[in-house]
């Protein structure tokens, strides 16, 4: 096909991903594990389009997102782009459904989001994310059960060191209004510059929240020009710690003045740490910490965010919070929401760090091997037998060079295979297959020099037996 | 949010589907039941991006492809696409990680595929297809085993009517060749043409290998301009039928003559029989017709499509062939593959028109309801409980106006919810909880005009439990 034409380069785009079986295969089981979870907890899944139109993604006021979309147009030339997040779709169908998906909804999402970003390590333009969100329900309960589900994730995949950082855009907002910062432009630049506390430094977020800052390349950082009491006001407040739920609570009731913006936003949190301990979810896995500010200027309540203390380089698994202005981009009704998203490729690389992941190259179970001028129909027929009864069984057919017995069980090797069946042709005019345990001979083999005794170990685990036995030596040596 | 900006439209993209739990729970089934299959036959699992360089997708031969792409740039601005299947992108893996995916290879990929085409009734402008694939293994035996990977999704899927119909490009070949059709321009015109056969009849097969003919609007199409005498050749060629595979290869042997292209086929045709054999694929199941000429001018040999006999309107659910020359765009190394594909979407549709599919709601098996003034820390107490016992549990909470008892059985009922957990002030107070099967309740509750024994009938299946039996009571329920 191609003798004519200049060969294509084979090449995956840039900041994309390709998974080869034994990377696909353990993340196949994380979202298993991932969707039983979420299914426990009370939801149920949806799935939405990869692209959708552009509106529906920024909403026409402008207010967007700061989040580079991959752009394209509809062959009726509209202006669409595929999806950045799993919300803004769901808010979509909320407003869009409303006879069949009726608040209060619970659903989960798991799919690719795109983002054209600029890639880095461990950053990537594609991305799976698993969603969980719940419509129409306006108590914090249901965010504690958000925070439980976020744990849950953690428990099923077998870490235990976690800890969900948990604030309250309410009490944000309530102590920028004891400090006179009213106007919601300034306050939200405040909560940008303290979002970046983890970043630039307590020196810096000091000085961007006062004059302005030159950044490393020389450029300057506007500050937000607060006077340095106000600032020394922000700083102690994020700046507080204690090592109860409660404790936290005391200590911003101290350091906030009495009005009726900062009981509201206490007793909420103080009904999150109820239903918190309702859920038995323990003090060291959800902590109150009121210097997170990861999305408060588009949260409207509780923001959550997973970090993992054993691999705090991973940064944040996964995050959400409470967004009860979403849907009304589309409708005027009021729906509030809350969820979060699990980040599956971050959370992947943690796994793998903390060696979580079971490795498993294939899900390949037994590989039929001929030699010499045995029938294909016979290695066929093996494999037929097999697979009957469930075992998931390779046939091996390649080109007549790799038709060795030493290429098949190459193979069975670079796969992960760990059972081959032999049939040669005495085992065909004896009424035998031999069975191999791919695992015994390799392990005896470790470490041997001598080529007699190499070749000796390579027989272990090896037996041959009555064709009608097939099925059973299989299972044995499976088990 | 939205109070100052014109609301946005919430609509899908025109050809896109959304999935609510309903439609997306027997897919994610039937998703799992394929996989089942395909790892039972040796197969492991590949994941490629949504996105790839146009030039992976169409080659720069201009060979390319009649799919209509969604086009687009990257933002380093080079030209790139939404994969159009699955199959362009395998190729792309051999050729790219000769260490890591070496031949014999055998993969499978389930993932959306996008075409701008125009969308109409069933078709859609994103669909899942669920491929499998084998590379390295020019023998038909491989071919074989993907014509039985189809079936065994049948099977799989409950469906006991199919046949996949199998040709081979080798035996139309040496019939062109035999007629003296040896340009292979003129060779995929007839390929094209006798495609057409189910959709256009056979009079106007004849007329388009003949001197062309007016098509319903008046548009001219061109015609072949084979004689008489040859158009009698193919068309008696592709008339052929048998009751059995090894007939048909008869009848094709009577009809052709000898010439080593011929016996080539022949022989290999035979092969393929043998294997089917070997592997128990009924004759029924696998019927060798000569008249399908489905992607004859892509694939190079064995080609393969599934038909549904009592669904006919369904046209092919499933589809495949060889393609030995695909992997010849990336790298000057012959690569033989075979494979097939699964239409997810038409296969979906199918099965539900036979009435194969299991009405699925929701995974939620039990809603905790509460009443009064009963703190939410129980509700999410009982809910935590029942969820520890892996009992998949939405704890209920909404607007005030919708948390009365009413509205929450009606949400249950609407979800498909089957078990209700009840705590009320009363058996709070007496350490109790009441567990009502709602599936029960709506039985008894049919066809009752009378009020109060509507009422009556309602409390069918409600049971009230000690706390410490809720798990007990509800698991008795759910069996």
């Known amino acids: 096909m191609a003798a004519n034409t200049r060969l294509v380069e084979p090449i995956t785009l840039k900041g994309f991903q390709d998974f080869l079986p034994e990377d696909l295969l353990p993340r196949k089981r994380l979202i298993r594990t991932i969707e039983a979870v979420f299914e426990r907890y009370g939801f149920a899944p949806l799935d939405t389009p990869a692209l959708e139109y552009l509106d529906v993604l920024l909403g026409t006021g402008g207010e967007g997102t700061n989040k580079e979309l991959f752009r394209l147009e509809s062959p009726e030339g509209e202006a669409i782009a595929l999806r950045f997040d799993l919300t803004v779709p769901f808010s979509r169908l909320l407003a869009q459904y409303p006879d069949r998906v009726k608040p209060p909804f619970r659903r989960y999402a798991i799919g690719p989001v795109w983002r054209a970003d600029k890639p880095g390590p461990g950053r990537f333009r594609q991305f799976v994310q698993c969603d969980i969100d719940v419509a129409g329900a306006a108590t914090v309960a249901v965010d504690a059960e958000v925070i439980a589900v976020m744990g849950a994730v953690m428990d099923a995949a077998g870490v235990s060191e976690y800890c969900v950082l ?62 340095p009491e106000i600032i020394g006001k922000i700083l102690a407040f994020i700046g507080l710690s204690a090592p109860s739920r409660r404790g936290i609570i005391a200590q911003c009731s101290e350091n906030l003045p009495e009005s009726p913006l900062v009981q509201a936003a206490l007793a909420e949190m103080n009904e999150l740490a109820d239903a918190l301990d309702a859920l038995g979810v323990a003090e060291e896995h959800a902590r109150f910490d009121p210097s997170l500010a990861r999305g408060l200027d588009y949260y409207t309540g509780p923001v959550f965010e997973m970090i993992l203390p054993s691999a705090p380089e991973f940064g944040s698994v996964m995050g959400g919070g409470r967004y009860d202005g979403l849907v009304e981009r589309f409708v005027n009704r009021p729906t509030p929401c809350t969820g979060m998203s699990v980040g599956l490729d971050r959370l992947m690389a943690a796994l793998n760090h903390l060696g979580l992941v079971d490795a498993e190259k294939t899900p390949v179970q037994a590989l039929v091997v001929t030699m010499g001028n045995v029938p294909k129909a016979e290695t066929l027929r093996l494999a037929a037998e097999l697979r009957a009864a469930g075992i998931c069984t390779e046939a091996f057919f390649a080109s007549k060079k790799k038709m060795q017995m030493s290429n098949q069980l190459a193979h069975a090797d670079h796969c992960g295979i760990p059972v081959a069946v032999i049939i040669g042709e005495d085992e065909l005019a004896n009424g035998v297959v031999s069975v191999k345990d791919l695992r015994a001979g390799k392990v005896q083999r470790e470490g041997i020099q001598d080529h007699d005794a190499y070749r000796e170990a390579g027989k272990a685990g090896q037996v041959t037996v009555a064709r009608s036995d097939l099925v059973a030596a299989v299972r044995a040596l499976l088990q």
Chains 1, 2 share one sequence.
Do not use: F, W
């Not at 209004?177 to 630039?200: F, M, N, P, Y």
């Not at 961007?208 to 390349?217: M, N, T």
């Open 166 to 227: 948990v604030n309250n855009r309410k009490l944000i907002d309530a102590l920028l209004v004891s400090c006179g910062i009213t106007e919601i432009t300034r306050q939200k630049h405040v909560l940008r510059v303290v979002d970046k506390l983890a970043k630039v430094g307590l020196d810096n977020v000091r000085r961007e929240l006062g004059e302005g800052r030159i950044d490393d390349s020389g450029d300057p950082i506007p500050g937000v020009g607060l006077s």
